[in-house]
C-alpha cells in the first residue's frame, strides 16, 4: 500500500480487511512504506493500534529505513498486487506506477481512481470505507490467477495507451497549440476592433472639419 499515513488513504480499512482474511484462513503480508516517517503522526498510531487490537501484527511490514521515490519500482517489484483505499483522490499515481509494473490493482470507487480503473479489466474497484469488501477483492483476486493475468496485462496496455511518455507529450503540444491558437484568435480580434475604431475616429474628425470648412464659405 504505497500511500501517505493520512485517514483519506485508508490504512485502518486496510488493516481490518487482513483481519477478515485471517478467519478464512488467508493470511497476506501488507507493506506499509510510508509509515516508516508518517505525514500524521496520530493516524500512524491509531492504525497501528488497531493492528495490535486484532493481533495481526505478523502480516504487516513497516520498513526501518526511509525508502526513496526512485526506489520504489523496487517495492512495486515484490509486489503480489497493490491496493488503494482511499477516501478520494486527484489522481491514484501509485496505480499507475504500480499498472506499469504489471502488478494488478485494487481500488476504491472514487474520483480520481475509478477514472483509472475499470472493474475486472484492469482492476478491482470496491465501496470506499469498506474492510468488507476490500476483504473480497483481495480474496478474490489472489485466487484466480486467469483474472490477476489479465489484469496485468490489460493493466500495462492502458499505460501504453494512456500514459506513456510520447502519449503525453502529444497531449501537452495539442493543449499548448490550442491555448496559443485561443491567444492568437483574441488578440486579432483585439486589434481588428482597435482598426475599426481608428478608421471611424478618422472619419468623424473628416466630417468634422469639411463641416468648418463649409461654415467658413
Request: charged letters at 25%; hydrophobic letters at 35%.
Amino acid at each position: 500500500m504505497p500511500s501517505r499515513a493520512i485517514e483519506r488513504k485508508g490504512a485502518l480499512e486496510a488493516v481490518q480487511s487482513l483481519s477478515i482474511l485471517k478467519k478464512l484462513g488467508f493470511t497476506p503480508t501488507l507493506f506499509l512504506p510510508a509509515f516508516y516517517r508518517p505525514f500524521d503522526q496520530t493516524y500512524a498510531n491509531r492504525v497501528k493500534s488497531e493492528v495490535n487490537r486484532l493481533g495481526i501484527q505478523d502480516q504487516i511490514i513497516i520498513p526501518k529505513v526511509h525508502i526513496p521515490y526512485e526506489k520504489m519500482p523496487g517495492v512495486y517489484a515484490m509486489s503480489n498486487l497493490v491496493i488503494m483505499p482511499s477516501y478520494y483522490e486527484g489522481l491514484g499515481v501509485a496505480l499507475l506506477e504500480a499498472m506499469s509494473m504489471g502488478v494488478p490493482t485494487i481500488g476504491t470507487r472514487v474520483n480520481g481512481i475509478k477514472e483509472i480503473i475499470s472493474d475486472r479489466q484492469n482492476g478491482l474497484l470496491f465501496r470506499s470505507k469498506s474492510p468488507d469488501e476490500l476483504a473480497k477483492a483481495i480474496f478474490k483476486l489472489s485466487n484466480d490467477n486467469d483474472l490477476m493475468g489479465k489484469i496485468a496485462r490489460n493493466g500495462i496496455q492502458f499505460i501504453e495507451t494512456k500514459f506513456s511518455s510520447q502519449k503525453i507529450v502529444t497531449r501537452l503540444e495539442n493543449h499548448y497549440n490550442t491555448l496559443i491558437s485561443k491567444h492568437d484568435r483574441k488578440n486579432h480580434r483585439f486589434y481588428s476592433s482597435r482598426r475599426r475604431g481608428s478608421a471611424v475616429a478618422a472619419t468623424n474628425s473628416g466630417a468634422s472639419q469639411t463641416t468648418s470648412f463649409d461654415g467658413v464659405r
